[in-house]
């Protein structure tokens, strides 16, 4: 299965008795799959047979799929448009009344930009002759879709490799941050030792009560849970980028459960140096769940 991105674009022409039309697909990031196809009037029949198509390719994504027709010249009428001519007209004469100047010729008044126009009115079309002409229209939206599916899956053999190398630096901040935890409570020992110093200027604490309070300290910094959690996580983001096709609300929910372990491992941090790991690792879940959400 493909690893496919939601974003592309493809076009493709075809023609059909003299017919000539374009397609025009684009796709972006959407939650589910939400297309919007434009068609000139009389082409209303094309909706329906669209949506299988697309539903037939794709899982995600926000398309916009349009449609221009050129006519055959044979489809093409002349007409003139009387208001146009009119307008035309009256200005003639006023300019011959004014400057003594020849009226001005059918012919040169037929010439003026708007007073002829063309005329795309095709004749009535049978019903089997507009069934045909469907399909042509269908089948070159079909290969449309196709270059789309290629494109997206092209761009998303790019998001792969960005997100497989984003989960590597994922992974060595989790590392880090292990190496890190296993030198806290020692800290904590210290930190309260010296704390415990200076608040009482007299008396001592015993060695067993400053055990008690270190263990509880500890048990409260203990980040093993958020690392192992981690760690399942990173291997299953590389199990769905593996898989391909179609998990992209899987990576989306995973990238979420990655945030959620991150935050409680800083709010548990007691460390600079272990917070500061923390908000790396944030920053990278961050990235991680924006090319997550690119994904079909």
């Not at 269908?138 to 270059?147: K, P, Q, V, Y």
Request: glycine fraction near 8%; include cysteine; charged fraction near 30%.
């Amino acid at each position: 299965m493909t690893f496919a991105s939601m974003t592309g674009f493809a076009d493709n022409t075809g023609s059909h008795e003299g017919l000539r039309w374009r397609w025009e697909a684009k796709s972006v990031n959407g939650r589910g799959l939400d297309l919007r196809l434009r068609t000139p009037p009389g082409y209303d029949g094309l909706e329906a047979p669209a949506r299988r198509l697309a539903g037939e390719r794709f899982l995600r994504g926000a398309f916009q799929i349009s449609l221009s027709v050129e006519q055959p010249e044979t489809a093409r009428g002349l007409s003139i448009d009387a208001v146009a001519l009119a307008s035309a007209v009256r200005i003639a004469r006023e300019v011959a009344a004014e400057t003594g100047l020849a009226p001005a010729r059918v012919d040169g008044l037929m010439a003026l930009k708007g007073v002829i126009v063309a005329d795309d009115a095709a004749e009535p079309m049978d019903a089997v002759t507009r069934g045909h002409r469907d399909a042509a229209i269908l089948e070159s939206l079909a290969a449309a879709f196709d270059r789309l599916t290629k494109e997206r899956g092209s761009e998303g053999a790019k998001l792969a490799a960005l997100m497989t190398a984003q989960m590597d630096e994922i992974e060595r901040l989790v590392g880090e941050a292990g190496r890190l935890a296993a030198a806290q409570p020692a800290a904590l020992k210290a930190r309260l030792a010296a704390q415990v110093k200076e608040l009482l200027e007299a008396g001592s604490v015993s060695d067993d009560r400053m055990a008690q309070e270190v263990a509880l300290l500890a048990v409260k910094a203990d980040i093993r849970e958020e690392l192992d959690r981690l760690t399942a996580h990173v291997q299953d983001a590389r199990a769905l980028i593996r898989e391909g096709k179609g998990v992209g609300r899987k990576l989306d929910f995973l990238s979420q459960e990655f945030n959620r372990e991150a935050n409680t491992l800083c709010s548990k941090s007691s460390d600079i140096a272990l917070t500061r790991t923390g908000l790396a690792l944030k920053a990278m879940i961050d990235q991680f769940r924006e090319q997550a959400q690119n994904v079909e």
